[in-house]
């Protein structure tokens, strides 16, 4: 086996091996060349080669978004760390773990006015979960490091190089454990920034370090029937509940657990698309109970009828603005969030924090609760069946368009697929629909930015064992169009986009529609197609413009190939917010 000579080098991958991250990611660069070469030489790293830094970043998530474990970027110094910047901000708010290793210049030669240098330390300071510059080795005749002194040990401690350099490792190793460890165990991203001395190419066969390894330590909230009793005691008191559910990877809550909540007549749950639960007595299409309610209508008050007394949440980012804006309105009394990390006051009425997991925290309290009797749930799920049933009525009779694809598109997802969504207009219609319950389904909704979700579901399904479907904008497409400049492209990755010429969510949103800026600025009019691109990265390409040839390609769509392939569905550009307002308009008279 084949080694970098330079002991950083050396120490950082060893501690990668010993905690068991596999997957490395790799940007070409000179200054990483010490890590390229100790990763790419051991057997024990599957590693990755991405040229574009911000597609690698949001590749490694997507893998990291699968294994539940670290997946490591490698970059050079400059500004190629930079690009790394939004798919860090992901991470950090969707609790994905990644390990930035990002190589930089000896201390001495920042601001100094060479090529290439930033001010690479702490850069991604407010949305790190643990950050570190490591010190510099030392080597035999490294004067210059010596005399200058920075980012080193105070030189007057120590009698010569050999001391100092045991210091140095000494403290590199500790720094590498507890960036690691707390990327496993806080779920998030670290940054580790690695200062090399020029020669960087240098090679051994000999493994001259052997770092210390140090484990992480696991800080659950000990839960107690007694901690919890005085919340069960609220709970039970209770007529109105309700459990909203947000980002959650599939089969996170444990059945038996599902199955008791849905049986409480006391309690409402509403879930996500990304919630991945199911039930039949569960409300996943949000927007189409939020939405088409008016206040008052007929005499009864439907917001007060709705409003919990209790909200229990738990999950990720939550897409619905509907319900945000109704629970902020009209609060419950109580708001609980389960969390092993964090929780977010979205409500602005959050009461408790249980610093535990979904599993571990019912596990408890199920046993301390007494399922009320109540018309709540009953008289939600006739709402419920009204608007599933006018759904269906509405999307017959509408002409083609975006609802009518995503209408049959979504329908007609194979059993046991991935299935991925961009962001804005995407992932907002697929809310509406109901979803085989064999998918799993993902999307970027830590800061729900389009830049790289084609570049997300690409890494995803690398290693996934399902196959993967990513169902795009034209905008979301085009952006990250850099996804598929690479080797990894799987036969049965499938792309579906949907291209309105235009980023259409604008026109439903509130602002003067068909004016010049509007189109320029907003809707960002184009006449771009995927064809090229397609043909580029040898990825089979089909494009339908009506229904009926849309219902043709579908049948044939996830046929085995040979490669991978993107279907291009022109849609309307100037219809859809219409058809779209009218569709809530319509659920509303079924009220």
Known sequence: MTYSDIPLAQTVVALCKAKGIQHIV????????????GFTENNFFKTYSIVDERSAAFFALGMAQQLQQPTAVVCTSGSALLNYYPAIAEAFYSDIPLVILSADRPPYRIDIGDGQTIRQDHVFERHILYSVNLKQDVRGDDQKVLNEGKNLPKLDKYINPTQLQKSIQGYNEDELNKAINTAFEEKGPVHINIPFEEPLYGMTDTQFVTPQVKQPEKSYERLSDESLQAYADIWNKAKKKMILVGVNPPNALEQQFLDIIAEDESVVVFTETTSNLHHHRFFPNIDKIIAPLEKIKDGVDYFKDLQPEILLTFGGMVVSKKIKAFLRKYQPEHHWHIDSKKAYDTFYCLKKHFKTTPNLFFELFFK???????????????????????????VTQIPYSDLKVYERILKNIPEQYQLHLSNSS??????????????????????????????????????????????????SFFYDSNALWNTYLKSNFKIILINNG?????????????????????????????KGICETHNIKYMVVDSEKDLTVALSGFYDDTSR????????????????????????????
């Open 564 to 591: 991978p392939s993107l279907l291009e569905i022109f849609t309307p550009r100037t219809i859809n917010d219409e058809i779209l307002l009218n569709y809530f308009s319509f659920l509303g008279k079924n009220q």
């Open 26 to 37: 790799i940007s070409p660069g000179s200054r990483n060349a010490p890590l390229t070469i």
């Open 426 to 475: 995407t992932i907002r219609y697929a809310q509406l629909f109901q979803l085989n319950e064999t998918l799993e389904v993902y999307c970027n909704r830590g800061t729900s930015g389009i830049d790289g979700s084609t570049s997300t579901a690409v890494g995803a399904s690398v290693v996934s064992k399902k196959p993967v479907v990513f169902v795009t904008g034209d905008l």
């Open 502 to 530: 235009g980023g259409g969510i604008f026109r439903i949103l509130p602002g003067h529609k068909d004016s010049k800026n509007f189109d320029k600025y907003f809707e960002t009019i184009h006449k771009l197609n995927a």
């Open 368 to 394: 301390l609760m007494k399922p009320q009797k109540s018309e709540y749930l009953q008289y939600w799920l006739k709402i419920k069946a009204k608007r599933s049933s006018a759904h269906k009525e509405y």
